[in-house]
């Protein structure tokens, strides 16, 4: 009887193991992007891989303080250009702090939202868009309004409604429900 003990315990760990190295194989077999010093996994979902993105903490805390959270982790799929916490900080002293207010959910959820574009575009479907345009493309956002793509030299360049511009500095960093271009400004609406 002990040895049919032993022989099942065995059995079950080397099963457990099997499991593990075969979803560490998986991941390690995935094409990652690193983004804020973090493998940014295809399998996993935009909200799944951003939390581990040292560049993109304030990102990741106003979806939370808007309750986006969900929406980014449901099917999608969605293009996000996503500011980083340097593009943030570009912004005047305050309007971060005063954007996660509660009170002000609902115009953080309208910036955030205005990042987002319906559907997967890659740089690539991007580029035939500018060049489709004879040299522009526009997108409609999630919160309805347009995003202008342009080429600046080999860099995409993402005009607001506002006249601001972003640059794409990390593009096609795919994710399970949809693809991420992280950005160096925070884009504004109208």
């Known amino acids: 009887m002990k040895k049919f003990k032993t022989f099942m315990m065995v059995a079950i760990v080397a099963l457990f193991t099997n499991v593990s190295f075969a979803q560490m194989d998986k991941m390690s077999a995935e094409k990652t992007v690193m983004v804020g ?3 940014m996994y295809p399998s996993k979902d935009i909200v799944s891989n ?3 993105s040292k560049d993109h903490t304030t990102l990741v805390a106003a979806v939370k303080a808007a309750g986006l959270v969900e929406t980014l982790q449901s099917a999608g799929p969605f293009t996000v250009f996503a500011p980083t916490n340097a593009a943030f900080d570009i912004l005047p002293a305050g309007t971060v702090a005063t954007l996660l207010k509660p009170e002000n959910k609902a115009m953080l959820a309208g910036i955030l939202t205005y990042h987002v574009v ?3 575009v890659s740089a690539a479907d991007l580029m035939k868009m500018i060049k489709k345009g004879n040299g522009t493309a526009t997108l409609t956002t999630v919160a309805g309004g347009k995003l202008t793509a342009t080429m600046k030299g080999k860099k995409v360049a993402m005009k ?3 006249g601001g511009v972003a640059y794409v500095t990390i593009a096609d960093v795919n994710q399970s429900n949809g693809v991420i271009h992280v950005v160096d400004h925070v884009l504004l609406p109208q």
């Open 118 to 120: 319906a559907g997967k």
């Open 37 to 39: 010093g973090a493998a």
């Open 50 to 52: 951003a939390v581990n």
């Open 160 to 162: 607001d409604e506002k």
